[in-house]
């Protein structure tokens, strides 16, 4: 069974930074793709970040510059690492595992930004 398990959420003032981690109980973690996602209230899911196997990333537009997605296929772990921290940040962040055409989530993690 593939579990993914997130952590590192928590409250931080605007302009600080978090480090989100994500450990996958799978082998399979090294050819896969791994992506961050976040949903705030009210609105949809959206991409943070993702990096694939070969470590070619991808963000969100609005985390550009601000947020850097990083792999351990060694620990079987992703992270986040997120700066410059903003109110509209606010939002429970899943972490996404892609392989073989189906697609794995985490419990997720709560980030909120005080303004």
């Known amino acids: 069974q593939v579990r993914l398990v997130e952590s590192g959420g928590g409250l931080v003032q605007a302009g600080g930074s978090l480090r989100l981690s994500c450990v996958v109980s799978?082998?399979?973690?090294?050819?896969?793709?791994m992506g961050w996602y976040r949903q705030a209230p009210g609105k949809q899911r959206e991409l943070v970040a993702a990096i694939t196997s070969g470590g070619s990333t991808n963000y969100g537009d609005s985390v550009k510059g601000r947020f850097t997605i990083s792999r351990d296929n060694a620990k079987n772990t992703v992270d986040l690492q997120m700066s410059s921290l903003k109110p509209e940040d606010t939002a429970v962040y899943y972490c996404k595992m892609s392989t073989w055409g189906r697609n794995y989530w985490g419990q997720g993690t709560q980030v909120t930004v005080s303004s």
């Open positions: 799978t082998s399979i973690f090294s050819i896969s793709t």
